[in-house]
């Protein structure tokens, strides 16, 4: 089980503006394509397109993700702009401006 506790100040909580524009970024993407992204990652997109702040666990929860999806970058569509992997439309809508 992963513990919630102060690790972080309430500042470094907070979602900055370019992790909320990229997940609006990428639930745009979602929207068009209808697909990219778990259910939880949408839960978690909209909770920072909203500027929620973040807890311990999401961000190691977070940090897990990408680390596992970097693979995801070799894909062949990867940043495509009219036909984009499902790979790349799940990264951004997690806060990274893809390829981030």
């Not at 907070?14 to 394509?33: C, F, K």
């Not at 790979?87 to 401006?97: C, V």
Request: net charge positive; proline share 5%.
């Amino acid at each position: 089980m992963l513990l919630d506790h102060p690790a972080i100040s309430e500042k470094e909580r907070t979602v900055p503006d370019a992790v909320i524009e990229a997940a609006n970024y990428g639930l745009s993407l979602r929207r068009q394509h209808k697909r990219g992204g778990t259910e939880v990652g949408l839960e978690r997109a909209l909770r920072l397109s909203h500027g929620e702040k973040v807890s311990d666990r999401d961000i190691k929860v977070m940090n897990a993700w990408f680390a596992r999806h970097a693979v995801d970058k070799r894909g062949k569509f990867w940043g495509h702009p009219i036909k984009p992997s499902a790979g790349y439309i799940a990264w951004a809508p997690m806060g990274r401006r893809c390829g981030l």
